[in-house]
T-cell receptor, first 113, second 113 residues
């Protein structure tokens, strides 16, 4: 069964600190892996997209890594800001059929001053 | 450039009532999708469209119908609302089959009482 699992479910950090969010997936066939940021009451917004051959991709203070062998990804946030408070969703795209997206349940991050 | 616009943003329905959610995109995207987001779960695909005049079932299509009469609009209908359809509904559009440039609307929060 295609699944995307994220950990932790929620996380609280202090402003300025770094954090790493985890994503494990069992999706086949694999096409790409995405990280989205979802602010409260808003739709998800894409942060990074990585294909099978990419190990790391950055978007400002966000850096995503992908290990296709172990089927794991992480999202590292550097020097967190209050505006980073949001849910972060890992999404794996399967190349079977209509390019189905399998969504993780997300990690809810709260950055406190 | 508005991107993906969903209306309404909030709605309360009584069990058995019907309603239509509207999704409009101004990016000339071919692919459009309707998802629902429930607490503790990843987004789940309800229906999707690969072009004007086409629709197809996703992962959780029961109780919903869709139409794509115009390329820019994708309508989601609930013929007889049930409390189990209480959720946040997101529309998304994409430029290509591989879903790069996937853009979400800001969501519709629906409560069925």
């Amino acid at each position: 069964k295609n699944q995307v699992e994220q950990s932790p479910q929620s996380l609280i950090i202090l402003e300025g600190k770094n954090c790493t969010l985890q994503c494990n997936y069992t999706v086949s066939p694999f096409s790409n892996l995405r990280w989205y940021k979802q602010d409260t009451g808003r739709g998800p917004v894409s942060l990074t997209i990585m294909t099978f051959s990419e190990n790391t991709k950055s978007n400002g203070r966000y850096t995503a890594t992908l290990d296709a062998d172990t089927k794991q990804s992480s999202l590292h946030i550097t020097a967190s800001q209050l505006s980073d408070s949001a849910s972060y969703i890992c999404v794996v795209s399967s190349s079977g059929g209509y390019n189905k997206l399998i969504f993780g349940a997300g990690t809810r991050l709260a950055v406190h001053p | 450039n508005a991107g993906v616009t969903q209306t309404p943003k909030f709605r309360v329905l009584k069990t058995g009532q019907s309603m239509t959610l509207l999704c409009a995109q101004d990016m000339n995207h071919e692919y459009m999708y309707w998802y629902r987001q429930d607490p503790g779960m990843g987004l789940r695909l309800i229906h999707y469209s690969v072009g004007e005049g086409t629709t197809a079932k996703g992962e959780v299509p029961d109780g919903y119908n869709v139409s794509r009469l115009k390329k820019q609009n994708f309508l989601l209908g609930l013929e007889s609302a049930a409390p189990s359809q209480t959720s946040v509904y997101f529309c998304a559009s994409a430029r290509t089959e591989k879903n790069y440039g996937y853009t979400f609307g800001s969501g519709t929060r629906l409560t069925v009482v």
